[in-house]
């Protein structure tokens, strides 16, 4: 699989720190700026027995490689540790959504979407992922609004629009169930996994989820 890179998400402009002591004659405080570099540089010197520790863009991209082969828990483990230092990551947050759908967690993976959504409501795919965890969560209902706010930002979206025509036809599919007393009619959730649902899918050569692109 291939893994999604390069999603415009946006970045925040790190503070700027005024000088620890402003009060101190010229010179002075360049003195105390190279005391702190060279403090700095030892302090991240490789002692035996010991290592850097991980960033989040170093976890971030340890995730991404074991999620290309197929390692989906241990890439879960990696994003899970890069977002406890960067956690409005809209793109891990999307990955995970993904990686979760291909383990079953449709929970899970609806939970993980809808924060890549909040995170970055601008961005069309977070809002795809999220309609397809709706749907395999069995709310085809919510997913056609997703797929929708997906298709307001991007138009030209082939993939939402394929996938909307799939979660409208399992609307449908309720109704007929509804009228023919099959189904009760206070029952909202149509579960994914039906026959006529694995058709759909089996017909399309392709799972719910969508593939990692690069």
């Known amino acids: 699989m291939k893994?999604?890179?390069?999603?415009?998400?946006?970045?925040?402009?790190?503070p700027v720190v005024a000088p620890a002591k402003p009060g101190l004659p010229f010179g002075a405080e360049g003195n105390n700026d190279e005391d702190e570099k060279k403090g700095s540089e030892e302090a991240g010197t490789?002692?035996?027995?010991?290592?850097?520790?991980?960033?989040?863009?170093?976890?971030?991209?340890q995730g991404n490689k074991l999620a290309e082969e197929g390692k989906y828990h241990e890439a879960l483990s990696k994003w899970e540790a890069s977002l406890s230092l960067i956690p409005d990551n809209a793109i891990i947050h999307e990955q995970k959504a993904q990686v979760l759908l291909e383990l079953g967690d449709a929970w899970c993976a609806l939970t993980a979407a809808t924060s890549a959504t909040e995170v970055e409501p601008s961005w069309p795919e977070a809002w795809v992922t999220l309609g397809r965890a709706q749907l395999n969560f069995g709310e085809p209902d919510k997913a056609i609004e997703s797929f929708d706010r997906a298709l307001a930002i991007k138009p030209d979206y082939s993939e939402?629009?394929?996938?909307?025509?799939?979660?409208s036809r399992l609307v449908r599919k309720r109704g007929q169930l509804h009228s023919?007393?099959?189904?009760?009619?206070n029952k909202r959730r149509f579960t994914v996994g039906g026959n006529s649902e694995k058709e759909e899918k089996s017909g399309r050569g392709r799972s719910m989820t969508r593939d990692y692109r690069g």
């Open 46 to 61: 490789d002692y035996p027995g010991t290592k850097p520790p991980d960033t989040a863009q170093s976890l971030q991209h």
């Open 180 to 185: 023919s007393g099959d189904l009760n009619a």
């Open 3 to 14: 893994i999604a890179w390069n999603k415009n998400v946006k970045t925040k402009r790190q």
């Open 160 to 167: 939402a629009k394929a996938d909307c025509e799939t979660a």
